[in-house]
Each structure stands twice: as structure tokens, then as C-alpha cells.
């Protein structure tokens, strides 16, 4: 049936190239044999008459012109099946844990198409993680992408899996799974997160996509798009509610500026190919809420800010598509506070929609304006407080000096395993408040002044 | 005539065996993929594609239309929501479900649906380009003028009246042209018109920086740039929701699935402040999302802009937002890049500042060929890598609009919203409309807009001298001019666009607002000046509670109640 050619004329970085071929597709899946019999994958990335360009995921090594070219005459598919749940699998979706093969009740291009913008469903269901400046200040919703940006060394991963562990919508009891995709993240790593999986009892309800940091560069370019196939299959084919894990999104970048090297294009911003917003659009885009489906697709991805700079291209490009970002800050966690979450770099966009009266509370949004606005005033006074001490600052502002420490204090800090249900959020929020003078409290409608300042309530 | 794929490469297929003209629409593959003709080299031709090339094969066929990317102009394109080369995003989840498939076809305007079509020319009139000949009720509020294409004129042998479809004959030429209430128009070329004019009226957005500070006229052209998440999306949604404009047309460039999702959602239930009727009856949306193929997104803003142009013809006044121009230069970039063109500054073509100025330049505010007086407002959102304006996108975008609003990541950060900075910002049309201001707003309404900005601008010298010493080290009077300077800020500059009422401020309300401000600064400093206690004078319970004034359902009364305890309040201090 299929031919295999034996016409390989260039190897470079991670591409080969080929001639005379029968026309081969675009982008279409293929398998390459080795002499020494093992085989490796790869992906058309340029086909004419004449040549045709393919990446190996796998790496080019142990390739020469001996090696047989085998083309699929389809696009990468990913086997799948409900049956995935509590499974481990490669980076380009082979079953890692010893067991069988996955029994596919589809097998779904991982490119995935794009959602009709037309079909989507604005997010809105507020999903309660239990830690305060997301819940109270960055509030998550079913359906959106909301990324942590962190630095190497910070707790970016115990974060997130506290969040996977505590993350609910509350009052609903609907299914929910995690998918979780691990790309050039270091074996200790992974086994953090697996050993916490396997704790709590998450790994029955996950499906684990590991691509390690041995592991081949470019097998990265695709483990995201098989993590977010199985998860959207997982979603719309099956009415779950899917959290998907992608870390680190930096190693992704950095396969795909590799890539981008190895074909000798054009490079744009810091040697990041131009095509790093498209691309990694079509990641981040794959989450969502279709109407009349039940499931959705939440992304709660990592992403190390090289250097802690968060207009270097991968966070930049990133936070321009993502909807908002948390971002964990260095000089929180040299301070002790854990999780050390910076709120104010930190957005929700999606905050609006998933708060409010009949969602969390009516006073939620000026609770959350006001206790930003104090703490970001707080701030500038510490740098000024540094320079001409705290006598030369007037009555208010001292006021609001002392509100950034109780808010760093109290309302940021919190327990590794403290899970706080958002009316403890906003309990916290109108303690550290009444501190300050009524007349300051400006973001606040008079009627949430009565109904919740402790010192107007009435119990 | 029938040629075929030599290769694909991404978006970009070369194509061999025909010969077609530079823009020329062509299909390729099987599939019948769609796409637009981007270079010519001898017996080979480069097409940039609108849909995913996964899986084409050399060797496919290709066959050649001979047009050039049209939209299809008519009734029936308000309340759409149209994908980059104006195809239906209802009909493609009609034919093709929730995700987006290729090789579909789907025509811009409904074939099936039937409009009454009511004649204003008569048998015998003649007629020439662009003269209106008809007119056909399109949404509760929009009169769709049907004007001749502006490429034929003659004398009217027949003309219709009563239900009709787009493509039905509605009028018939003695010369036999047919013509029907949809013609289509190349999206690359502008439409033409009679002239154009120096823009004299503001549009006004009840946005209080925006009209108060840094207004743009009917007409003008605006940039917003800013760093992700700094307000770009959320103002120009805004400006959609709220101008006084006839029309708009929002193009979502390379953006988010779930922001135009939002607005689907939210637009049909939101009214119009100038006639009440749902906002989106007189809306058009292009979405070409960030995961939607690049070659789609290179083709939106001309959509867009060829839409409005039409709409602009009949004499509306349209605005088009374009969320964001930066996507729409990237797309140019990519497909550049797979060109292997010469690359300009950051990888950019050479071509991006002609491309960028011949797109703004098709605003303005013109009479049509309808003789009607029309305008187009465009306001583009860009968004700089790292949020530096020294890139080139922002910097050429700067050389060709009039009016600059620069969002400022810090001001961001701290929830001062909308978060344009004072200090940067401008408009070239604040001169030109003061007029315009004086005789419809107030008649001071310009001195004092120009002593606010005066205020603004000694607080930033003042904040300088504050970060050595503290505020307690300044005079009385700069102390006050500082706090002059927080109430503008807080009271006056910042506007909730998610707040029921804040979210909207008439010109009237804006006004007051800063009078009010402006009343207490003059009471402040008589009191100063009669040797009252700075301590007392800021301590002014009135002075805070006019900060909320403005989130209050009854404002004029709310005002006034605050306004009163004010004058008492300084009666009792004593130097008033
Ligand atoms: N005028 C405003 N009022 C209230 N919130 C705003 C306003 N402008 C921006 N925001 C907030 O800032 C966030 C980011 O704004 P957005 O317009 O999406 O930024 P950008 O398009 O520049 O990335 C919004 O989700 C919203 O929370
Ligand atoms: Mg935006």
C-alpha cells in the first residue's frame, strides 16, 4: 500500500528533506524507519513537485539516507476514548504507564479547528479555588484561560496544584477531569505533580500528556495540541468539565524559536518566530464554553517569565491572548507570604462576568476595585516612606501605608492546603477595609457600606 | 481556465498553468479553498489562503475566478457577524457546526430573505454612479438608501416597487443594465466619492476623557495603544456601544473568540442612547479571531472598512473600530515572511506605513456621490510588543492619526480606569471643535476643560517634588492643587465601564461634574486665602461624598443635595 522512499537528500537541526515524491499533503503525519529498525514521526512542513520539508519530532539523530520515509496521508491524529481518564502517556500521546494501548472511539486531528466564534458561550460560571486574590481579586470562570506567570524558583507549581485540588464551582456536582501536559519539565517535576495526583485521587480523572526535558524539543510542538484534543473530546463528546495543566509554556517557545531557527526563517522579536502570537493562539484559543454543550474548557497554564520580564515575547504574546493572567511575584515569596501573588500586574478579564449578585456577592466588584486601589497607593507610599520617612506622610496616607501590609498579610497569605470559600474572601477583604477611614472608601456604593462594613451591620 | 498547486507552504500556496491577475480569487484543491493572488513570477503565482492548507496536496487543481475579493453590499448586513472575508459566521455553524471547517462557501448578504424596496427615481429619470434610487427599511432606525454602483449611470427604463430579494431586478437601465439592491465592491479599492471635508463635529462617546479631554471629530482617526489588558478592548467596545454614530462596524482583527462572543451576547440586549432601539440593529461585527487562518485577518479591515464606507455613502455617520491594527500589520508581516520578502524594520514589510496610512485615510468626512453628507469615524486599537510605543506599528499608526490615546500599564494596574494617560494623550482636534463646544455644551465649557488640563499637568511637576520631601513639606496652595488634582482624577477621569450609570455620561452631566469640582477649587482657595486651615478646608465632608455623585441613578438631584452641604460647609468655615 504505502511506499516507502528512500530519498532523503538533506539533514539539518530537526528537518530532512526529500525528492521524489509522489505529492505529499501538507502538514501530513509521517513515519521514518531507521536501519537499526527503530522508527521515528514527523510532519510536512513544506511540500512541492520537487522537495518536500519534514520536522522529526523525535530528533534527527540515528537518521541518514538510508532511512525509509513512510507518508501517513493524514494529518496527526490523536486516538481517543473516554478510557484515557487515569492514563500516562508520551508527549506525542504512546502510552508511557505499561498499559495497553488506548481503544480509540475516535481519532481526532490535533490541530483542532477554530471555534466559531458564533457557537461560544461567554464564560461565566465562577469556579471558587479557594485562594483569596484569585477568588476575590482575579476571579476564574468555567471556560477561560487564565495563565500563571512565575519565575524560576517560585511556587508556580504548588499553586497550581492547589488549585487543581481545590477548585470547584460551588453547588454544582457536574463531572469534571484534569488533563495535564508537561512540556521540557524536569522528571523531579513531573513526579511532584504525579505523586499529588496520585494523593488525592486526581489521577483517576486526569490524563497526563509527559513530554520531559530529555525528552525531544520538537515532540513539544505537538503534546499541547494532543493535551488539548483529548480535552476538548473529554468536554464536548463527553459533558466534562476540563481543567487542563500546560507547563512549562516557555520550554514550548523555546522548541518552537528552535524550529523556526532550524528553517532558517526570518526571526522576529528576541530570535521568537513571527508567527508566535498565531501560534500560540491556537493553544490558548481551545478554551471556551459552546452553547448547548454541557462541558467546557478551562486552561490553567504556567508559563516562567524569563528573567522575571514580563514583556519578554512569551509572556507578552501570551498575555495578549490569554484572558488575564496571575502573576507571582519574587520579592512576596523573598517575604515569606505565600502564595505570593502580585494582584496588581494580576487580571481576570472574565472577573466581571463570573461575579456579582446571584454568582458570588453584589458587593464583590467594589470590594475587590477598592482594596486594589488601596493596595497599589500603598505601595507608591512605601517608596516614599523609603526616601522621606513616615512622619513627612500625612494621617491618610499612613492609613493607607498600614493597608498594604494587612493586605499583603492577611488577605494574600494563606495555608498551603487553606481552602477559603469566597465569603471568607470576602470577609478578609472588609476586615483589612474597615482599617481604613469610611470617606476613603470611595470605589464603594453606600449600600454595601451599611450592609457589610463591621461597623455598620447590623450582626 | 485550470491550473495547479506546485506548492503549499502554510497559508501560502504557489500556484502553475494559469495566468491571473495580481488579486485575483482563486480556488484551491478539491476542496475548492479559497484564496487571493499576493504575487506573480513568471509561470508560477503565490496565493495567500483564507482557510487551514492541512493536508493540499501539489498537483491539486486550481481555478481562477478572475475577481477580486468582493463584499457583497446590500441589506441585510446590520445585526451580521461576518468572519474576515465576509462570510456568515450563522450560516457557517449552520452548514458546519460549532467548529470551523473549510471549503465552505457562503454568501455575504441572504439570498432568501425579502425586503420592501420603495423607489425614489422614475422611468425616464436619469441616473448617474452612486445615486440613490431607492430605499429599504433595514432595521427599525436604518433607512438603506440602494445607490446605483458608482461605476454605472444611464437613463432608468423600469423601476420596481414592492418585496424583493438582494439579487432581484429592481431597476432596469435603457440600456438594459440590470440592477438589483446588492452590488458588490472590490474590498481593496476605496469607494469613491464626491469630496471630502474637514471634520467639525465631535463624536461624542459619554466617555468623560475621551469628549472632555481628547475628543475626536466625525470623521477623524484615533489610536489607542496599549500593553495587554490596559483597557484597548473595553474602550473601544465602549466607544461601539455609546457614540452618537448611525452605524458601526467592529472588527475584531486576531483577537479573542470570547470578546466577540461577548458582544454578541450583550449588544441586542443594550440600547441605543440616541434612538432606544437593541445597539446591534445598527451594528455589523467582523470577527476574525486570533486562531483563524492569517490570510483572513489580513483581509478583515478591508471588510470592515469597505462596509462602512457604504453605510457612509447613504449619508450616515459610521464608526469602525479596529480591534486590533497590530494583529492586522502581523498578518501582513507573516505572510511577508513566507513571501521571502525583503524584511523592514522588526521583520515588518516595507510597505506596512503605506498600507497603514491608505487604510486610515479612507476615513473622513465626505459628501457622496448620493450627494449625502456622510462621515467615518476610525479608531484602531494597537498593541505593541512589551508595550513600547518606539515599535513600528504604533509609530507609524502616530504619524497618520489625529487623535492619540495612550493607555498606561501603571495606571492600569492601580484600577484607574480608563486608563489613558493625561499626560501623553492628545487630540488635533480639540482647537477646531471648541466652537462646536461653546455654543452646545456650555459656554465655558473650554476654560474650564483647558484649567483642568492646566491642574493635571503643574501635578505631575508637583508629584516630583513630592517624592523627595513629602507632601506635608509643600505649600498650601500646591497642597491643594494636589488634592484638586485627585478629586479630577477619581471624580472626574475615571469612568466604570461595567457600572449601570457610570458607564455612560452625557455631555451635560460631564459638564456639571467638573463645575462642580472647579466650585469647590474656587471655594477652597478664597478659604485659603482668608487664613482658614488647610486641615479644615480638606476635611470638607461634601468634598467626598461628591465622589459618587456620579454612580447615582438621579444625578441632578444627588448633586445638588451635595452641593448645598458644600456652600454650607464653607459658610461655616467662614471665608466664604
Ligand atoms: N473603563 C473601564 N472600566 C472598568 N474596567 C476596565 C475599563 N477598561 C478596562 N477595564 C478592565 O481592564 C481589563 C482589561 O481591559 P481590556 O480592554 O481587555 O485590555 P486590552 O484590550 O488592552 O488588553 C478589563 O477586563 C477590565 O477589567
Ligand atoms: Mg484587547
Redesign the pocket.
Known amino acids: 500500500m504505502t511506499k516507502e522512499y528512500k530519498t532523503i537528500t538533506e539533514i539539518s537541526g530537526p528537518l530532512m528533506f526529500l525528492e521524489k515524491t509522489e505529492p505529499v499533503g501538507y502538514g501530513e503525519l509521517v513515519h521514518i524507519n531507521l536501519p537499526d529498525g527503530t522508527t521515528k514521526r514527523g510532519q510536512v512542513l513544506d511540500t512541492s513537485a520537487d522537495v518536500v520539508a519534514v520536522q522529526v519530532f523525535e530528533g534527527t539523530g540515528g537518521l541518514n539516507e538510508e532511512s525509509g520515509v513512510v507518508f501517513s496521508g493524514e494529518t496527526i491524529k490523536l486516538p481517543v476514548s473516554k478510557d484515557m481518564l487515569g492514563r500516562i502517556l508520551s508527549g506525542s500521546g504512546e502510552p508511557l504507564d505499561g498499559g495497553p494501548r488506548i481503544v480509540p472511539e475516535d481519532r481526532v486531528d490535533v490541530n483542532g479547528a477554530s471555534m466559531n466564534p458564533y457557537s461560544r458561550m461567554p464564560p461565566e460560571d465562577f469556579i471558587q479555588t479557594g485562594i483569596s486574590t484569585i477568588d476575590g481579586t482575579n476571579t476564574l470562570v468555567r471556560g477561560q484561560k487564565l495563565p500563571i506567570f512565575s519565575g524560576s524558583g517560585l511556587p508556580h507549581n504548588e499553586i497550581a496544584l492547589q488549585i487543581a485540588r481545590q477548585a470547584k464551582v460551588p453547588g454544582s456536582e457536574e463531572p469534571f477531569a484534569v488533563v495535564f501536559a508537561a512540556m521540557g519539565i524536569t522528571n523531579e517535576e513531573a513526579q511532584y505533580f504525579m505523586e499529588d495526583f496520585e494523593k488525592t485521587g486526581a489521577l483517576e480523572r486526569a490524563v497526563v500528556f509527559l513530554n520531559l526535558a530529555d525528552d525531544p524539543a520538537v515532540e513539544r510542538i505537538i503534546t499541547p495540541r494532543m493535551a488539548l484534543t483529548a480535552a476538548e473530546y473529554l468536554a464536548y463528546e463527553h459533558d466534562m468539565h476540563v481543567l487542563v495543566i500546560l507547563t512549562d509554556i516557555t520550554n514550548y517557545c523555546e522548541a518552537l524559536r528552535q524550529m523556526g531557527a532550524a528553517r532558517e526563517e526570518v526571526p522576529g522579536r528576541r530570535g521568537y518566530p513571527g508567527y508566535m502570537y498565531t501560534d500560540l493562539a491556537s493553544l490558548y484559543e481551545r478554551a471556551g464554553v459552546i452553547k448547548g454543550r454541557k462541558g467546557s474548557v478551562t486552561q490553567f497554564s504556567i508559563l516562567t517569565m524569563p528573567g522575571d520580564d514580563i514583556t519578554h515575547p512569551i509572556p507578552d504574546l501570551s498575555g495578549?491572548i490569554t484572558e488575564g493572567q496571575i502573576v507571582v511575584s519574587r520579592e512576596l515569596h523573598m517575604k515569606g507570604i505565600y502564595p505570593p501573588i502580585n494582584v496588581l500586574p494580576s487580571?481576570s478579564?472574565l472577573?466581571?462576568s463570573g461575579i456579582g449578585d446571584g454568582k458570588t456577592r453584589d458587593d464583590h466588584k467594589a470590594v475587590s476595585d477598592q482594596m486594589y486601589a488601596g493596595y497599589a497607593e500603598g505601595r507608591d507610599l512605601r517608596g516614599l516612606v523609603a526616601i522621606v520617612g513616615k512622619e513627612a506622610l500625612s494621617d491618610r496616607d499612613q492609613k493607607i501605608l498600614e493597608f498594604a501590609d494587612l493586605f499583603e498579610d492577611r488577605f494574600v497569605r494563606q495555608g498551603r492546603d487553606e481552602d477559603r470559600s469566597i465569603e471568607d474572601t470576602l470577609q478578609v477583604g472588609w476586615d483589612i477595609l474597615s482599617e481604613l477611614p469610611e470617606a476613603l472608601l470611595t470605589r464603594i456604593d453606600n449600600k454595601y457600606i451599611d450592609k457589610y462594613h463591621p461597623a455598620h451591620k447590623s450582626n | 481556465m485550470k491550473g495547479e498547486i506546485y506548492r503549499v507552504a502554510g497559508p501560502v500556496v504557489t500556484i502553475m498553468g494559469i495566468k491571473p491577475k495580481m488579486y485575483d480569487v482563486v480556488h484551491v484543491g478539491h476542496e475548492g479553498l479559497m484564496g487571493e493572488v499576493i504575487r506573480i513570477e513568471g509561470d508560477k503565482a503565490t496565493v495567500q489562503v483564507y482557510e487551514d492548507t492541512s493536508g493540499i496536496k501539489p498537483g491539486e487543481p486550481v481555478v481562477n475566478t478572475g475577481m477580486s475579493l468582493s463584499v457583497e453590499l446590500g441589506p441585510g448586513l446590520l445585526e451580521s457577524i461576518y468572519d474576515g472575508i465576509q462570510r456568515p459566521l450563522k450560516v457557517l455553524q449552520e452548514k458546519m457546526g460549532d467548529f470551523i471547517d473549510r471549503g465552505v462557501t457562503a454568501n455575504g448578504l441572504d439570498r432568501e430573505r425579502v425586503w420592501e424596496f420603495k423607489p425614489t427615481v422614475s422611468s425616464g429619470d436619469s441616473v448617474t454612479g452612486g445615486q440613490t434610487i431607492g430605499v429599504v427599511q433595514e432595521t427599525e432606525n436604518v433607512e438603506h438608501k440602494i445607490m446605483m454602483p458608482p461605476t454605472v449611470s444611464g437613463t432608468v427604463e423600469e423601476i420596481k416597487s414592492g418585496k424583493f430579494k438582494v439579487d432581484e431586478t429592481v431597476c432596469v437601465l435603457t440600456d438594459g443594465t440590470e440592477v438589483s439592491m446588492m452590488q458588490k465592491w472590490p474590498v481593496r479599492m476605496p469607494r469613491p466619492v464626491e469630496k471630502k471635508f474637514i471634520p467639525r463635529k465631535p463624536l461624542i462617546t459619554g466617555q468623560r476623557i475621551l469628549d472632555g479631554l481628547f475628543p475626536v471629530a466625525k470623521g477623524g482617526t484615533a489610536a489607542i495603544p496599549?500593553p495587554?489588558?490596559?483597557?484597548?478592548?473595553?474602550?473601544q467596545q465602549?466607544l461601539a456601544k455609546w457614540s452618537d454614530t448611525d452605524i458601526v462596524v467592529y472588527i475584531g482583527c486576531g483577537e479573542r473568540g470570547n470578546e466577540m462572543a461577548d458582544v454578541l451576547n450583550e449588544f441586542p440586549e443594550l440600547q441605543d442612547p440616541k434612538t432606544g432601539r437593541p445597539l446591534m440593529e445598527r451594528t455589523v461585527l467582523i470577527a476574525n479571531t486570533s486562531n483563524m487562518p492569517v490570510a483572513a485577518r489580513e483581509a478583515s479591515v478591508y471588510t470592515g472598512i469597505t462596509i462602512a464606507e457604504y453605510y457612509r455613502d447613504m449619508g450616515y455617520d459610521v464608526s469602525l473600530m479596529a480591534d486590533s491594527s497590530s494583529r492586522w500589520a502581523e498578518a501582513m508581516r507573516e505572510i511577508s515572511s513566507r513571501l521571502e520578502e525583503m524584511p523592514g524594520e522588526e521583520g515588518y514589510p516595507a510597505y506596512l506605513s503605506a498600507r497603514l496610512s491608505e487604510f486610515y485615510e479612507r476615513a473622513g468626512a465626505v459628501k457622496s456621490l448620493a450627494a449625502e453628507e456622510g462621515s467615518i469615524t476610525v479608531i484602531g486599537?494597537v498593541s505593541p510588543p512589551g508595550g513600547d510605543f518606539s515599535e513600528p506599528v504604533t509609530q507609524n499608526t502616530l504619524r497618520i492619526v489625529k487623535v492619540f490615546w495612550a493607555?498606561d500599564a501603571k495606571l492600569?494596574q492601580r484600577r484607574h480606569?480608563?486608563?489613558i494617560d493625561w499626560l501623553t494623550s492628545y487630540s488635533l482636534y480639540t482647537q477646531g471643535l471648541s466652537d462646536w463646544f461653546a455654543e452646545n455644551v456650555a459656554p465655558d465649557w473650554v476654560p474650564l476643560r483647558d484649567h483642568a488640563m492646566d491642574l493635571l499637568q503643574q501635578e505631575s511637576e508637583l508629584q516630583e517634588i513630592v517624592q523627595l520631601v513629602g507632601s506635608d513639606a509643600l505649600p498650601e496652595d500646591q497642597q491643594l492643587v494636589l488634592e484638586i488634582c485627585r478629586m479630577l482624577r477619581e471624580y472626574f477621569l475615571q469612568?466604570?465601564?461595567?457600572h449601570p450609570v457610570d458607564t455612560y455620561c452625557p455631555f451635560d452631566k460631564q459638564y456639571k461634574l467638573l463645575k462642580a469640582i472647579s466650585k469647590y477649587s474656587d471655594m477652597a482657595q478664597a478659604s485659603l486665602e482668608a487664613g482658614i486651615p488647610m486641615k479644615d478646608i480638606l476635611s470638607i465632608e461634601s468634598k467626598d461624598e461628591l465622589a459618587k455623585v456620579k454612580f447615582e441613578e438621579n444625578f441632578d438631584d444627588a448633586l445638588n443635595v451635595v452641593m448645598e452641604k458644600m456652600d454650607k460647609e464653607f459658610a461655616a468655615l467662614g471665608g466664604n
Open positions: 495578549y487580571l478579564r472577573m466581571n | 496599549g495587554f489588558g490596559s483597557g484597548k478592548t473595553v474602550t465602549q486599537a493607555l492600569a480606569f480608563p486608563s469612568q466604570n465601564a461595567f
